[in-house]
């Protein structure tokens, strides 16, 4: 990690009716042991806090992505120390946060006091144990109006057993993105279904070679298509079961559309970050499902994609054929609070000022703020910004309350696991639908690792 203080003085530096759209699968998992080392019953907190001392600094744990964020709040706030350490925000599943916070409690001493975690399912692991590292945020230590002010739906990643243990930075639902003018210059129509998007990408690929409409080499990918296409392959029951069906005929049809795709070329095995993406895609992806996010990351950023005004559209989630549309979600990352922590005043003024406060949600986050109120004012402002063509601020309205609910939070990365068994083998060359059974043998195995019944 690299460290960074800051301190006093030494600092550098929409839409209405989204508030009863979203629709994200309830967490059910069981809490093995209370907050802190007693049951908090006579605390302020919900739970037993360490002594405090007002005037302490406040670690923070952020990934690059989100420094604008402590930028911002020092800012805003510039009496508040902040010891800011950067690290990977557990992308990709890395597991990082958990590696790190279990030494941590080896070691007794250590954790910090504020982590984002691009992983909306830490809360599964950070909310269980003897003394569980993130505090229950709705027991008395954040005011309930403050936390109803946030999207329906947007908590429930992030809640266990019925208690709230971490703040949800964004919406991440997935969109799919198309380039209007490439659409216009080639005579073709925008596809509504996962067989018209088949169609269009081999059609392209044979009529426009080079041009793209997906990619999958990221880790996220299974949470772009496989959850969007209603794939039972990540499902939680109860508090510990857990469920993968690479059998089923969704999963494997869609599997069968991304291996006709990456044959003809026209879906990718290169990563959206990666620096030959930019350099031989810019100016050529017709198409790219993925989540909200990708406004400010990739089209908007003038060192990605940097995509002219008025070209790129955020269309609606792609249906099979004959059924009602549905989508994933990538990320949009999670606020915890250490139950160690020393300051949980400021701890609270930090969150706080982070995911709903408009210095930052509003004039600097790339992707669509999870508090009610900053989700407005964003979307009006990138409606009036006039850069994406289309209706941006209803199509990603209209996606975010089409999350797939047959999707779990289980405690452990399915983006790790894709990672590691599939992303190699399809670069070897093999097929995705022949992968499914090893890939399914690969999520059952993590899943019994972390205490879930196979069924």
Known sequence: ?????????????????????????????????????????????????????????????????REPAVDAFTK???????????????????????TKITAFDQAG???????????????????????????PLDQGYFDQEFLD??????????TVDGTVYGLRNDLA?????????????????????????QALGEQVAEEHPGYIVGSVGDAWAPEVYFWGAKAPINTVTGTD?????????????????????????SVVQDSVFDAEFVKKYTGKVLMLPGPIWFSGALFQNAD???APKGTIAAGLPLAWEGEEPATGNVGGGTWFISQHSKNLEAAKTFLEFVTSADDYQVDLAVGLPAYASAADKWLGKQSKSGYFAGDFAEDVTTASGQVWDGWGYPRFSQEAVFAKTVTPELAAGKKLVDLLPDWQTALENEAQVNGYTVE
Not at 14 to 28: I, Q, S
Not at 123 to 132: E, H, I, K
């Open 173 to 197: 639902s997935v969109v799919t993105w198309y380039d209007q003018s490439l659409f216009d210059e080639f005579g073709y129509d925008v596809p509504t279904t996962w067989e018209e998007y």
């Open 1 to 65: 990690m690299s460290l960074r203080t800051r301190s006093a003085g030494r600092t550098r530096f929409g839409r209405l009716g989204l508030v009863a759209a979203l629709a994200v699968p309830a967490l059910a998992l069981s809490a093995c042991g209370g907050g802190g080392s007693g049951s908090g019953a006579d605390s302020p907190y919900g739970f037993e806090a360490e002594e405090q001392e007002a005037d302490s600094p406040i670690t923070v744990w952020v990934d690059a992505s």
């Open 76 to 98: 805003a706030h510039p009496d508040v120390p902040v010891n800011v350490e950067t690290y990977d925000g557990s992308a990709n599943g890395s597991g990082s946060f958990q």
């Open 304 to 306: 990605s994609l940097d």
């Open 241 to 265: 079961g857990f469920s993968a069906d690479m059998s089923d005929p969704t999963t494997v049809k869609m599997a069968e559309t991304l291996d006709s795709l990456i044959d003809s070329g």
């Open 109 to 135: 001493s250590g954790w910090p006091d504020v982590v984002f975690s691009t992983q909306n399912n830490d809360a599964a692991w950070a909310a269980v144990g003897q003394t569980p590292f993130a505090a």
């Open 149 to 158: 002010g946030f999207t329906p739906g947007a908590l429930d990643p992030t």
